[in-house]
């Protein structure tokens, strides 16, 4: 496991939720670009956000914890790419069917940092892991949508961690995909991930962030990684 253990909250949709996933220490915020999702947000919002995130850094530039700002799209075209890096988030991410020559792309074109989602619930799901990190990118891998799901992701579904061995120790990614407060510490000890990444698992309402929710996972996290 990398020394520290990223924590990411994602689907953040106010200042408030923000203010207070920042003031808790999360090293990643995520904010959604995909209308299907009850989580999204519009550009300006988005804006918004990011920028606070960033004064945020700015202020606490004394600290090893400085919080970056992530975008999720899912099988976004070039045009909205580009409008979303000119926000200037830290990270896009990218929730779809995305292929590895694309990531790359933008990756080259952009200088962007980007995170590559995977949808996994069989071994298979797998297979191109490692075409996606020789672009560059780095890996979060989530529960597969049921067939007929209209979104990827945000389900609060857990996969078989098991599957995970198949990967190779050599091999860092993120965990996603039903966490919530009561299995997160256990998703560490099971699956060693370099970071953990949750939406719907800290959520009262689909969209609705629930703060206390937030803390218990993010105080979990931390103990877990601290043992």
Not at 12 to 36: H, N, P
Not at 85 to 103: A, M, R
Not at 105 to 129: M, T
Request: glycine fraction near 8%; include cysteine.
């Amino acid at each position: 496991m990398a020394q520290k253990l990223l924590i990411k909250i994602c689907g953040i949709k106010t200042r408030q939720t923000l203010d207070l996933v920042l003031s808790q220490g999360a090293d990643m915020v995520g904010f959604m670009c995909f209308e299907k999702s009850p989580r999204h947000i519009d550009l300006e919002q988005m804006r918004d956000l990011i920028s606070r995130t960033k004064n945020h850094a700015s202020e606490h530039s004394h600290s090893k914890n400085q919080t970056q700002s992530v975008v999720v799209l899912v099988n976004p075209d070039m045009a909205l790419i580009g409008k979303i890096i000119s926000l200037e988030p830290d990270y896009i991410q990218l929730h779809g069917n995305e292929p590895p020559q694309f990531v790359s792309e933008i990756i080259k074109r952009f200088e962007q940092k980007v995170i590559k989602v995977l949808s996994v619930s069989v071994v298979e799901d797998l297979a191109n892991a490692r075409d996606y990190l020789n672009t560059g990118a780095s890996l979060l891998l989530d529960a597969k949508a049921p067939k007929g799901a209209t979104r990827p992701g945000g389900l609060g579904k857990v996969f078989d961690w098991n599957i995970l061995q198949a990967l190779g120790e050599d091999v860092d990614f993120m965990l996603s995909g039903g966490l919530n407060p009561h299995n997160v510490a256990d998703a560490i000890a099971a699956t060693q991930p370099n970071g953990i990444d949750v939406s719907s698992g800290v959520e009262s309402a689909p969209g609705q962030k629930d703060h206390e929710k937030i803390k218990q996972f993010i105080a979990n996290a931390r103990a877990a990684q601290a043992s």
